[in-house]
C-alpha cells in the first residue's frame, strides 16, 4: 500500500532551526508537496520538490531523495507564527496526492 | 485568503437532516476537489473535478452527493450522516487535475452530526 510517514508533534524555541521529516512509500513518484495548516485554517502551500536536492524560499527550505524515499522541511529562525502543522504529500503515478497526517510544530518563547 | 471559499464554515446537523457544503473558487482554476480531514489522520481525498466533470470518487459513501454545475463553484449535499462523518471538510482547487500544479484550499466546514 501507498504510505507516508512524518513526526506526529515537534517542539523547538524562538529563532531556533527545527527539521521536519517526511518518509513515503507510493506507486510511483510525480513530485513531493508541503503544506503549512494554522488551527482552523486552510492549508496553505509551502513547496515542491520533484528533482532531488535542496530547494531554499526564505526562511523554509525542503529537500527531497528519491532513492530513499525522503524528505525533509526545514525551519530557520523560527518565528511563534511558524506554529501550525505541515503536511507532506506525494504525488503517485496516477496524480493523486497521497497526505501524510501532518505534523504539529509547537513553537516555545 | 487562498481565492477558494467555502460556506457555512461550521454545521451541525441531526443524522435525518439534509444540508448542502458550498465552495467557490476565485482562480481560474479548472480543477476541483473535496477532501475530509480528521483529527489525527491524513487528508482523504472524496471526489475530483476536472472542468466540470467527475474524474474520481473514492469510494465514498451515497450520502455524500457532490455537484459541480461549472468550474468555480463546487457543491456536497449531505443525507442521513453518521457521527463517524463529523469532521472538517476541505475544499481545493488547481490549474488541472492529474497534473503537478499545487492545489489551494478553502477554510473547511467543521461539520458535527449529533
Known amino acids: 500500500g501507498q504510505n507516508i510517514d512524518q513526526p506526529t508533534e515537534m517542539t523547538a524555541t524562538e529563532g531556533a532551526i527545527v527539521q521536519i521529516n517526511c518518509t513515503y512509500q507510493t506507486s510511483g513518484f510525480n513530485g513531493l508537496f508541503w503544506y503549512q495548516q494554522h488551527a482552523g485554517e486552510a492549508p496553505t502551500f509551502l513547496s515542491y520538490n520533484v528533482l532531488d536536492g535542496l530547494e531554499e524560499k526564505g526562511r523554509f527550505s525542503s529537500f527531497l531523495s528519491r532513492s530513499k524515499g525522503y524528505s525533509y522541511l526545514l525551519l530557520k529562525e523560527l518565528q511563534m507564527k511558524d506554529s501550525a502543522s505541515y503536511l507532506c504529500?506525494?504525488?503517485?503515478?496516477?496524480?493523486?496526492?497521497?497526505w501524510g497526517a501532518g505534523t504539529k510544530l509547537i513553537i516555545k518563547p | 485568503e487562498t481565492g477558494v471559499t467555502q460556506t457555512p464554515r461550521h454545521l451541525v446537523m441531526g443524522m435525518t437532516n439534509k444540508k448542502s457544503l458550498k465552495c467557490e473558487q476565485h482562480l481560474g482554476h479548472n480543477a476541483m476537489y473535496w477532501y475530509k480531514q480528521s483529527a489525527k489522520k491524513p487528508l482523504e481525498l472524496m471526489f475530483v473535478y476536472n472542468f466540470k466533470e467527475q474524474t474520481e470518487n473514492n469510494s465514498v459513501p451515497s450520502r455524500f452527493s457532490p455537484e459541480c454545475p461549472n468550474s468555480s463553484h463546487l457543491f456536497l449535499h449531505l443525507h442521513t450522516l453518521q457521527p463517524e462523518d463529523s469532521a472538517l471538510y476541505l475544499c481545493?482547487?488547481?490549474?488541472?487535475?492529474?497534473?503537478?500544479?499545487?492545489?489551494?484550499f478553502g477554510p473547511g466546514t467543521r461539520l458535527t452530526v449529533t
Open positions: 481545493a482547487s488547481s490549474q488541472l487535475a492529474g497534473s503537478s500544479y499545487e492545489q489551494y
Open positions: 504529500a506525494v504525488m503517485d503515478s496516477n496524480y493523486q496526492l497521497i
